[in-house]
């Protein structure tokens, strides 16, 4: 099993900057891909944000590609997320996620960013 745990959230002013962190904990050799989903209250389903690979391979969505940087610790297994330039419409639940070589996949229990002033 994998345990994730998220930190970094919080009230943020437009235009500034959020770091996000997620920390996983037991079987985290067998952690393939990393990645940050987000989730906007009353909305259905997360929204894919960025994601890394063991191998450093990164993948971002497009509302937040180049103003954010997703980098990962492989003996640590920590992500985290970045991202500048912050709007309204970054406010939501962000969740941590990893993707296994083998067995299940696991979600953190998200925390919250809300951008405004």
């Known amino acids: 099993q994998v345990q994730l745990v998220e930190s970094g959230g919080g009230l943020v002013n437009p235009g500034g900057s959020v770091r996000l962190s997620c920390v996983g904990s037991g079987e985290i050799s067998t952690i393939e891909t990393m990645s940050w989903y987000r989730e906007a209250p009353g909305k259905q389903g997360r929204e894919f944000v960025a994601?890394?690979?063991?191998?450093?391979?990164?993948i971002y969505t497009d509302p937040v590609r180049g103003r954010s940087s997703i980098d990962r610790n492989n003996a640590k297994a920590t992500v985290d997320l970045q991202i500048d330039d912050l709007k309204p419409e970054d406010t939501d639940t962000y969740y941590c996620?990893?993707?296994?070589?083998?067995?299940?996949?696991?979600w953190g229990q998200g925390t919250q960013v809300t951008v405004s002033s």
């Open positions: 994601s890394i690979g063991r191998d450093g391979f990164r």
């Open positions: 996620y990893a993707k296994r070589d083998v067995g299940d996949d696991y």
